[in-house]
């Protein structure tokens, strides 16, 4: 189980690991800010969805489980045996609080990277740093640092976009594969 975690606070780490001027930022690869945005404009929605994390060579799986609705996002990470790894309760208004297994990694940026894949496009631009920008198209999303892509988000179907989705951080040779359990 301890593997499970650690190479789990690796990825995290390695992805997000940053100092933030904001209680409501956190980094994204490549250390682009993102400043987390309300649920104002979001229709309300409860999920689980299993998580395939594939960094290099090595590959976990994890749960999440998220509620949103007009007041905010909570959001629960657990190992595939139940133990809970991050509990986050972002109000709208209010403070962030997250309880979270290590201290070596943010978990806020489990709350930008359900942002940047399922937040309209303009609340997703707001929240980025100027020195980024986000590409959409159809069934893709780019987020772009320099020129550079640090995180594409790649969904499955036009129909049911959030069932299924592929995000990749190219620099880090990261994935995650992300599937909404029915």
């Given amino acids: 189980m301890f593997k499970h975690v650690a190479?789990?606070?690796?990825?995290?780490?390695v992805a997000a690991c940053s100092s933030t001027?904001?209680?409501?930022?956190?980094?994204?690869p490549g250390n682009v800010q993102y400043c987390l945005q309300p649920t104002t404009q979001i229709p309300a929605f409860a999920e689980q969805q299993k998580v395939?994390?594939?960094?290099?060579?090595?590959?976990?799986t994890l749960l999440t489980s998220v509620e949103v609705d007009a007041s905010g996002v909570r959001m629960a990470m657990l190992s595939p045996l139940g133990q809970t790894l991050a509990n986050i309760d972002m109000p709208n208004a209010g403070v962030i609080q997250v309880e979270q297994l290590g201290t070596h990694w943010d978990a806020k940026w489990l709350l930008a990277l359900l942002q940047v894949?399922?937040?309209?496009?303009?609340?997703?631009?707001?929240?980025?740093?100027?020195?980024?920008?986000?590409h959409e198209s159809t069934l893709q999303r780019d987020i772009i640092l320099n020129g550079k892509v640090i995180m594409d988000v790649k969904f499955h179907s036009i129909e049911h976009p959030y069932q299924k989705l592929l995000v990749r951080f190219p620099a880090l040779d990261m994935q995650m594969d992300i599937e909404t359990l029915e």
């Fill in 7 to 13: 190479i789990l606070a690796i990825a995290i780490l």
């Fill in 21 to 28: 001027s904001s209680p409501r930022c956190t980094a994204l």
């Fill in 52 to 60: 395939t994390v594939t960094l290099k060579q090595t590959q976990e």
């Fill in 117 to 134: 894949t399922r937040w309209p496009a303009s609340q997703v631009r707001e929240g980025l740093s100027r020195n980024a920008e986000m």
